[in-house]
Every structure is written in structure tokens, then in C-alpha cells.
């Protein structure tokens, strides 16, 4: 379940699939929306709910192709995205997220064969109609992350945190990320602000009142300031998924767990029981 900003729309998605609905603030289905059957059982659907800039909910997702985002009215339909000749990157995208100021949008998705990358895009240059939704016409350049695997990848505030998984660096490439790396990166200068290289990988990442929530095998909080662990829970089994790709478990990492940013708090489920973890 994707819940917008504002509280007035909710999208019911599946880990995998085609479909998801649109239901409005009285629970109520507004529409259906769809994503490209190509690999659809094997990847996270794509799909964001954010505030656009005249205060409407709009909606990211990739209702014609499974590399080609689309940004409209979340409620209507309304496409927003007009450049009908944009040419796309050949990217699976995925587990979208957008800045909670509505400027970034994230894709944190893969490329064959496969292998985990990342994306960003100013939303707002973008539906200025000053730039297409296309990761080599965007003004945000996010080279310096992919060239590690990528494994998970969240906003906190406009800077994207993320983790690389424990495949190795091609030889040949930069060495700013390193496997098994937490890291958070500045959309405003281009630079790392930190950089932590852990035990294991991160996986997928959730943030929660400023802090970072790591989800593969165990719950684990890193600090947003610093990346130093703050405290993990072995005890509480989030899945083994380290990447867009879920395979036959499509019920692990972020589909397990529900965070509450006002709490803060987070609860994880194993589909038969439900523990909440109070933070503070």
C-alpha cells in the first residue's frame, strides 16, 4: 500500500503484478492502473504518490512501458508528461520514491543482465516541460552511483541514501562505493556526504523520522547524519531480498513492514503476526 503525502490517495499494489487501484480519502476506487506484463512477476512494481506543486496528488509509474515513467493527477488520470517522442534508456524501473518536497523523483530499479541501479530526476524541470524524464537528459547526474551494485535506495530529505549489495566492483570502474556500502549522496553538490561500509548489505532502505531503516534479514536503524548503526533487531525476520528482483519471495523487505514517520515507530509482519518497534 502507497499512501500519498496528504493523506487523500492510496494506491493497493502488489509486490509483483500488473495491476494496482487508486482509491480516494473515503476509500473508494477511482481507477485501475497498469504496468507492462515484461518480467512483471519477477520485479517491484513501480509506482509513487507525491504533492505536486499546485497541491494535487500526483502519481509516477510506467503505465505504457517498463522503462518509459509517466507522472500524472493521481485522481483523473491527467498525463502530465507530454513529450510523446521521449526515447527512454533500456531501465527496469522500480521501487519508486519521490523527495518529500515533490522536486526528486527516484527509481531504484535494474538493468540487464540483471544488475541494481539507481536513477533520479527533477520532477519539477521536468513538468516545467524543461527536461525529459530520461536519465541522460536529466540535470541531477547520479553517475557516482552507478557504478556499485546497487541494492536499496530511499530520499532523506533531497539527499538519496543507499545501499550497494556484495557484488564486486567491475575492476575498471571508479571506487567511491565499495560492496556492502551505506552512503548518502547530495542531489544538490553531487558529492557523498558519508559513506559506511558494513558487514552485510543494507538492502532495502525506509526512512523514518531522519534516520534510515535497513531491511535485509533483520531491522536495522542507521543514523541519517552519520551512518553509524544505532540499533538493530535480529530477532524480527524482514526476508533476504537485496534488490528490485524478488523472485519467488516477493513477500520480503519493504512488503513486510509499515513505518509510522509521527511515532516513530515501524511494524513488521510475518503475514500471521504483527510486531511494533517504538523508537525513542
Not at 528482483?245 to 513505518?259: I, M, W
Request: aromatic letters at 8%; a negative charge; one cysteine or more.
Amino acid at each position: 500500500m502507497v499512501v500519498s503525502p496528504c493523506g487523500e490517495v492510496t494506491a493497493l499494489v502488489a509486490s509483483t503484478g500488473t495491476k494496482a487501484l487508486i482509491l480516494d480519502s473515503d476509500g473508494q476506487v477511482i481507477r485501475e492502473v497498469d504496468r507492462s506484463y515484461y518480467c512483471a512477476h519477477a520485479y517491484r512494481y513501480p509506482l509513487a504518490l507525491f504533492t505536486l506543486l499546485d497541491g494535487r496528488t500526483g502519481l509516477a509509474h510506467c503505465p505504457d512501458s517498463y522503462d518509459r515513467l509517466e507522472v500524472e493527477v493521481a485522481l483523473t488520470g491527467e498525463r502530465l508528461t507530454t513529450d510523446v517522442d521521449r526515447e527512454p534508456q533500456d531501465f527496469f524501473h522500480s521501487r519508486l520514491a519521490v523527495s518529500p518536497d515533490g522536486r526528486y523523483l527516484l527509481s531504484a530499479g535494474w538493468v540487464w543482465h540483471p544488475y541494481g541501479c539507481v536513477a533520479v530526476y527533477d520532477l519539477h524541470r521536468t513538468l516545467a516541460g524543461s527536461t525529459a524524464l530520461n536519465p541522460a537528459g536529466t540535470p541531477v547526474d547520479p553517475g557516482p552511483l552507478v557504478q556499485a551494485e546497487v541494492s536499496g535506495a530511499c530520499f532523506l530529505d533531497q539527499d538519496v541514501v543507499l545501499s550497494t549489495s556484495a557484488e564486486p566492483n567491475d575492476p575498471e570502474g571508479p571506487e567511491e562505493l565499495v560492496p556492502d556500502t551505506l552512503a548518502r549522496w547530495s542531489t544538490t553538490t553531487g558529492t557523498f556526504l558519508w559513506r559506511r561500509q558494513l558487514d552485510t548489505t543494507a538492502g532495502d532502505l525506509i526512512p523514518i523520522a531522519g534516520d534510515v531503516l535497513a531491511l535485509h534479514g533483520h531491522p536495522r536503524l542507521f543514523d541519517g547524519e552519520t551512518g553509524s548503526l544505532i540499533a538493530e533487531w535480529p530477532e524480527i525476520d524482514t526476508g533476504h531480498s537485496d534488490g528490485p528482483l524478488v523472485g519467488g519471495d516477493p513477500f520480503s523487505g519493504p512488503a513486510r513492514v509499515a513505518v509510522d514517520q509521527t511515532g516513530p515507530r515501524f511494524a513488521v509482519t510475518d503475514g500471521d503476526q504483527v510486531k511494533v518497534v517504538h523508537l525513542g
